[in-house]
């Protein structure tokens, strides 16, 4: 056991740039990706999502009448996941 903890300590540094060396693209591509998506909306746009939910509203035209459980249940989860990101940190 200690041949083993004292091998590891000797390769640790190896295997920690080789971690970093590896991860630093996907990294970067996730950084991207995450400042465009997940800014917050200005205020200009407020309005008009409010606007654009009240006039293509599906409890007023019904369609979510049509919805199988299947889809009702994924709306859900959807629904639910967003709330959690941005109100559960």
Same mark, same amino acid.
């Given at each position: 056991?200690?041949?083993?903890?004292?091998? %590891?300590?000797? &390769?640790? /540094?190896?295997?920690?740039?080789?971690?970093?060396?590896?991860?630093? $693209?996907?990294?970067?591509?996730?950084?991207?990706?995450?400042?465009?998506?997940?800014? /917050? $909306?200005? $205020?200009?746009?407020? $309005?008009?999502?409010?606007?654009?939910? &009240?006039?293509?509203?599906?409890?007023?035209?019904?369609?979510? &009448?049509? %919805?199988?459980? &299947?889809?009702?249940?994924?709306?859900? %989860?959807?629904?639910?996941?967003?709330?959690?990101?941005?109100?559960?940190?």
């Amino acid at each position: 056991m200690p041949q083993f903890v004292h091998n %590891l300590s000797g &390769k640790a /540094p190896m295997l920690v740039n080789a971690a970093m060396t590896y991860s630093k $693209p996907q990294l970067a591509t996730i950084w991207h990706y995450a400042k465009v998506e997940l800014i /917050p $909306p200005i $205020p200009a746009e407020i $309005p008009i999502a409010i606007h654009s939910l &009240k006039k293509n509203s599906s409890a007023q035209t019904g369609s979510f &009448k049509q %919805l199988t459980v &299947k889809l009702a249940l994924l709306n859900g %989860l959807v629904a639910t996941e967003v709330v959690d990101v941005f109100l559960c940190r």
